[in-house]
């Protein structure tokens, strides 16, 4: 992996300010979203993790506003170059798969903060981790201190991620549309952020 900062290619911006972010168009996923409720939308959704070299990943969870309060994901989204696939690791038993998946080495998994995400999920079910990519790590790397997916996205993919939906309650029984939205955003532009950094031959 690339560690000289002075790789960063010379007409790459290094920090993005907020007024330069307001004015970039706004990043939604338009592609297919599937909700992993069912044996059958299980088995679709390994297939296709698993026919892919690097998968977009992240998490979400239920947010706490009392001081000491705190609480398990309730979200895993995948993003493949098909579809998002999002997983209520809340409502279902998903253990079997997320170890598959996390420990499939030949399937990089590329998310920003991914220590927290793995830390947290490993409340859940215990697994062994390989082929996972921080992208804020690799940012930092190479002299960046706005290692954020949204500014990442700015910065390398030149859009706007909306922040909408972060705080709403990722633990209820049926996420809305504009959950699923966000969700699914965020996992496709980890995915698109690996594949720019690896044209960049930042990875």
Known sequence: ????????????????????????????????????????????????????????????????????????????????????????????????????????????????SVADDLRNLKRLFEFEEQAVVDLGQIARRHGLQQTGVRNLAGIFLGARIPKGAKTTNWAAPRLTPRQIAYAATDASACRALYLRFKELNLV
């Open 1 to 112: 992996m690339t560690t000289n900062p002075a790789a960063l290619p010379p007409k790459t911006a290094r920090r993005i300010s907020r007024a330069e972010m307001i004015e970039l168009p706004i990043w939604r996923y338009e592609g297919a979203v599937r909700l992993v409720a069912v044996p059958r939308d299980l088995e679709r959704a390994m297939q296709d993790i698993h026919r892919e070299s690097v998968v977009g990943f992240d998490t979400e969870t239920r947010p706490a506003f009392r001081p000491g309060e705190s609480y398990l994901p309730s979200l895993v989204q995948f993003a493949t170059a098909g579809a998002v696939y999002l997983f209520q690791v809340q409502q279902q038993d998903y253990s079997a798969a997320m170890r598959e998946i996390f420990s499939a080495g030949k399937v990089i998994k590329a998310g920003v």
